[in-house]
C-alpha cells in the first residue's frame, strides 16, 4: 500500500444506526475516503424537498450528518425504484432475489459501482481498505483484492447456516409455529455469494458474541473476528419506578411475531402467571396466518405497529422487556429499552452476554427454554425491588455507551487492522 495511514470506502445502500456511528467514527479519525450509498438526504438536495412532503417520510430516514456530506456518493436510480415499487404494489419488481428492483437487486448494483470505482482508483486517491456490509460486498471484495486492497466485512447477522441448523431444531420442536420461521428462502446463489464475501474477507466485524460463534458453521477457514457491541440510543431522565401496591408487573415484547423471537416461549412462560403480570405485544403479523399465534395474540394487549419514539414511551411505561430471542445478531430493542432505564431478559443468543451481567443491570437465560423464563418472571413477580437496581444499572451502562463509542472503537480497531 502506498499510503501509510488508512483511507477507507465504506459501502451500504440503505443506511441505519451502526452505520452512522461507523461513518461518524471513521470521518472523526481522519480515515474516511468516500461512501457509497444510494439516496442520501442532504441539505438543499432533492431528497431533502421530498422527505417534507406526505408520505414520503422515509428519505427523512436516509440523512447523514453534514459532516459526512464531501464524502458521499449517492447513486439513488434503484433505490428510489424499489421505494416507488413498493408502494405502487409492484410486488413482481421486488420479489425476493428474482426482482428487478428488489433489495438483493439494489444492494448488487452499488456493489458493482463501489467494484469499478476500486478498479479505477488511482495513485493520488488511493485507497487502502473497504468497508461493506453482508450481501453487497462480493464484486467489490473481487475488485479489491485485485487491486491491492483490504476487504473489511460487517456481517450484522448470525451466519446463515447456523441459523437453519437452529431453526430446524426449532420446527421439531414447536411444528405449529413453524409458519412464522420463513425467512429462509435464500437460494443456493445467494448463500453461495455469503460465503465468497467471507472467504475474500481480510478482517470480519461483528456485534455480538453470539454472532462470532455462528461462524464455526463455515466450512472453511476464516481470517481474524472482532466483536464491538453497538452504543445505545440517546439516554434521556431515567423513568420513574414507583408502583402501586399490589399492581401487575408490566412485561413488554417488542419485535417481529416469529419464534425466531422467542414469542411462544412468551405466550407460555406468561400463561400460567396471567393472574400476576400484564403482556404488551408490539409487532407485525407474519405473512401466513398462523392460527396458534393469533389465539396467544387474543390473551395480552397486541399493538401492530408504533413510531418509533412512541415505542420508546412504551419502554419507559412498563416493567421489563422481554426479549428471548433464539437467533440474534445483536437487538437492538435491548439497548433501547436499557437507555431508558427499562431492564431486559434476554437469551444467550443476542448481544446479552455483551453487555448485560445477570442479576446486576438485567437477565440472561437459555435460549429456547420457556421455564427458565417463567422462572425468573417469577423472582421478580416476588421481588419486585429488583426492577429498580437493574433498571438503574442498565440505564447507567447506556449512558456510558452512546453510539460515537461504538463508531471510536471500531475506527481504532480498523486503524490497527490496517497498520
Known amino acids: 500500500m502506498n499510503n501509510s495511514k488508512p483511507n477507507i470506502i465504506v459501502s451500504h445502500p440503505t443506511g441505519n444506526a451502526n452505520l452512522r456511528a461507523a461513518l461518524d467514527g471513521f470521518e472523526q479519525n481522519k480515515i474516511l475516503a468516500a461512501f457509497y450509498t444510494c439516496i442520501a438526504t442532504q441539505n438543499n438536495t432533492v431528497f431533502s424537498l421530498l422527505s417534507k412532503l ?31 415499487s413498493m408502494k405502487a404494489g409492484f410486488s413482481r419488481l421486488i420479489q425476493h432475489e428474482v426482482g428487478k428492483f428488489s ?3 439494489v444492494y448488487q ?19 487502502n481498505a473497504v468497508y461493506a456490509y453482508e450481501d453487497g460486498a462480493l464484486n467489490s471484495f473481487k475488485s479489491a483484492a485485485q487491486n491491492g486492497i483490504k476487504c473489511l466485512y ?55 458474541s453470539f454472532t462470532a460463534q455462528t461462524l464455526s458453521h ?38 417481529g411475531l416469529s419464534q425466531r ?26 405473512n ?11 390473551n395480552c394487549n397486541y399493538i401492530p405497529s408504533l413510531a418509533h419514539s412512541e415505542i420508546l414511551k412504551l419502554m419507559k411505561e412498563n416493567d421489563v422487556l422481554l426479549f428471548p430471542s433464539l437467533f440474534e445478531g445483536f437487538g437492538l430493542v435491548i439497548t433501547e429499552a436499557m437507555s431508558q432505564g427499562t431492564p431486559v431478559i434476554t437469551t444467550n443468543r443476542t448481544v446479552g452476554p455483551d453487555i448485560i451481567n445477570h442479576g446486576e ?59
Not at 406526505?54 to 428510489?80: Q, V
Open 154 to 208: 460487517d456481517l450484522p447477522i448470525g451466519y446463515w447456516k447456523a441459523a437453519r441448523v437452529l431453526m430446524a431444531e426449532e420446527i421439531q420442536k414447536r411444528p405449529d409455529w413453524a409458519a412464522t420461521l420463513s425467512g429462509f428462502s435464500d437460494s443456493e446463489l445467494k448463500t453461495k455469494r455469503k460465503d465468497e464475501e467471507l472467504a475474500l474477507a481480510d478482517h470480519i466485524f461483528v456485534a455480538s
Open 109 to 127: 448494483n452499488l456493489d458493482k459501482i463501489v467494484a469499478k470505482a476500486l478498479a479505477n482508483n488511482n495513485s493520488n486517491n488511493k485507497y
Open 54 to 84: 406526505p408520505g414520503m417520510s422515509e428519505f427523512k430516514r436516509r440523512a447523514f450528518g453534514e459532516n459526512l456530506t464531501p464524502f458521499i456518493h449517492s447513486y439513488p436510480s434503484h433505490e428510489l425504484m424499489r421505494l416507488l
Open 103 to 105: 433489495i438483493d437487486a
Open 261 to 286: 423471537k422467542g414469542i411462544a416461549d412468551i405466550f407460555d412462560a406468561v400463561e400460567p402467571l396471567k393472574d400476576f403480570v400484564e403482556l404488551t405485544v408490539v409487532g407485525r403479523l407474519p
Open 218 to 255: 463455515y466450512p472453511g477457514t476464516l481470517k481474524d473476528i472482532s466483536v464491538i457491541p453497538y452504543g445505545f440510543p440517546k439516554v434521556e431522565e431515567i423513568k420513574s419506578y414507583k408502583r402501586k401496591e399490589n399492581q401487575k408487573l408490566k412485561f413488554l415484547f417488542v419485535g
Open 288 to 298: 401466513n396466518d398462523v392460527p396458534v399465534l393469533n389465539k396467544a395474540l387474543e
Open 361 to 419: 443491570n438485567g437477565w440472561i437465560i437459555e435460549a429456547g427454554n420457556h421455564i427458565a423464563l417463567r422462572e425468573m418472571m417469577e423472582q421478580l413477580i416476588h421481588n419486585p425491588e429488583l426492577i429498580e437496581l437493574n433498571g438503574r444499572a442498565a440505564h447507567k451502562l447506556a449512558s456510558s455507551r452512546p453510539w460515537n463509542v461504538y463508531g471510536n472503537e471500531l475506527a481504532e480497531k480498523v486503524i490497527k487492522v490496517l497498520a
